[in-house]
Antibody, heavy 121, light 107 residues
Framework: QVQLVESGGGVVQPGRSLRLSCAAS????????MHWVRQAPGKGLEWVTT????????DYADSVKGRFTISRDNSMNTLYLQMNSLRAEDTAVYYC??????????????WGQGILVTVSS | DIQMTQSPSSLSASVGDRVTITCRAS??????LNWYQQKPGKAPKLLIY???TLQSGVPSRFSGSGSGTDFTLTISSLQPEDFATYYC?????????FGGGTKVEIK
């Protein structure tokens, strides 16, 4: 069965960096694009970034553009989110999610359990 | 950016009720509209994609309709496990955007 397991979250000071990882299993990771979506405490869902199956195509929300970088290692079945210059407003649960099929802007059909990132001094 | 507006933001309903949630896009998105269900402390679950296609394993009491800018999610007979928050989501263009959510509560 499809499993997505996020790691790397925690408490970080404003301006610092953090890297999230998402270990994928139960499907052929190298043929599916992936998303990161976040949810601030008590708020709705916010798309953060997406990457194509081969890592070539990427898109970002304006709120994170220039600060966050999505990447993947298909040999390790792992998705990453490098978060730099973190702000208080980046505090959220971060979900990695698998796209439903090979189309670039497909919705996510499987999600990880989420990992909390808290940006606070 | 495409804004997604859901209504209502919350509703109270009883088991067995028919429930309809609407979602309006700020510009046409063809049928690139998806619906998610989220329960507290859990990840979202894909219910419907491409406006009206039921995701595998989702009960048939859920249905979606619409195209262009106006969409609806209908639960034909609300069950206890359906009390949750529902989000619409457009996958027509980046930035991908979600509606603000509709919380379905027990009356």
């Amino acid at each position: 069965q499809v499993q997505l397991v996020e790691s790397g979250g925690g408490v970080v000071q404003p301006g610092r960096s953090l890297r999230l990882s998402c270990a994928a299993s139960g499907f052929t990771f190298s043929i599916y694009g992936m998303h990161w979506v976040r949810q601030a405490p008590g708020k709705g869902l916010e798309w953060v970034t997406t990457i194509s199956y081969d890592g070539i195509h990427k898109d970002y929300a304006d709120s994170v553009k220039g600060r966050f970088t999505i990447s993947r290692d298909n040999s390790m079945n792992t998705l990453y989110l490098q978060m730099n210059s973190l702000r208080a407003e980046d505090t959220a649960v971060y979900y990695c999610a698998k796209k439903r099929n090979g189309t670039y802007l497909e919705p996510a059909d499987y999600w990880g359990q989420g990992i909390l990132v808290t940006v606070s001094s | 950016d495409i804004q997604m507006t859901q209504s209502p933001s919350s509703l109270s309903a009883s088991v067995g009720d028919r429930v309809t949630i609407t979602c309006r896009a700020s510009q046409t998105i063809s049928r690139y509209l998806n619906w998610y269900q989220q329960k507290p402390g859990k990840a979202p679950k894909l219910l419907i994609y491409a406006a009206s296609t039921l995701q595998s394993g989702v009960p048939s009491r859920f249905s979606g309709s619409g195209s262009g800018t106006d969409f609806t999610l209908t639960i034909s007979s609300l069950q206890p496990e359906d009390f949750a928050t529902y989000y619409c989501h457009q996958s027509y263009s980046t930035p991908l955007t979600f509606g603000g959510g509709t919380k379905v509560e027990i009356k």
